[in-house]
């Protein structure tokens, strides 16, 4: 089975600032992907970014881009530029390869951007 | 396109009473999921169906839980005899094909839930 870790529960940044989010995960298949989820307000929940494990390039997308060390089994979240829009709950995730696509989340992190 | 969508929003039921949630997922999705929100335990799966199949029911916290999935379309979960322990927000996600391989993942899309509370 496997296991998703988020250890830290909330944290805070300053507007244009730059924050890390961070993930561990714990898994005995090689081939899998990552995603990080936002749930704003709304309980929308938002596709941010995803990283397939056997990539070894980090993913990126536009403010947000990933750490992912394989090895390690850690995927952290960065995002730059940080705006007031970026509050939010901030949930990791993994996905096995083959039938049955679902999603182990980890507690999730509440992200609140300071004016 | 429209997206997943879920109702109703929000409930109110007493302990005791049963429950149906319903969500709508993307036409043409052939996969739907249920996720359980609760407060400090982040998202739980509860169940996975392939058209009206559900060959992951592994989630379902216990037998008061049931789901069904009519047409490849719609799915309700039930809820029998709520328990305050019960109240969370209850996901739901569809994708198009269920089975995700080296090529690509099988991307799920979310609704909005609907946030049960038991009194």
Redesign the interface.
Known sequence: AQTVT?SQPEMSVQEAETVTLSCTYDTSEN?Y?L?WYKQPP????I?VI?Q?A?KQQNATENRFSVNFQKAAKSFSLKISDSQLGDTAMY?C?F??????????????ITLSVRP | GAGVSQSPSNKVTEKGKDVELRCDPISGHT?L?W?RQSL??????LI?F?GNSA??KSGLPSDRFSAERTGGSVSTLTIQRTQQEDSA?Y?C?S?R??????L?????Y?G??T?LTVL
């Open positions: 988020q081939n992907y995603f709304s309980r929308q929940m596709l995803r397939e056997y949930f995730a996905m096995k390869l083959g039938a049955n696509s679902k999603l182990t989340f980890g507690k999730g | 996969a999921y996720y400090g335990q982040g998202l739980e799966f996975y392939q060959p992951d927000v996901l996600a994708s094909l269920g089975t995700s391989g080296i690509g993942p099988d991307t799920q979310f909005p839930g946030r």
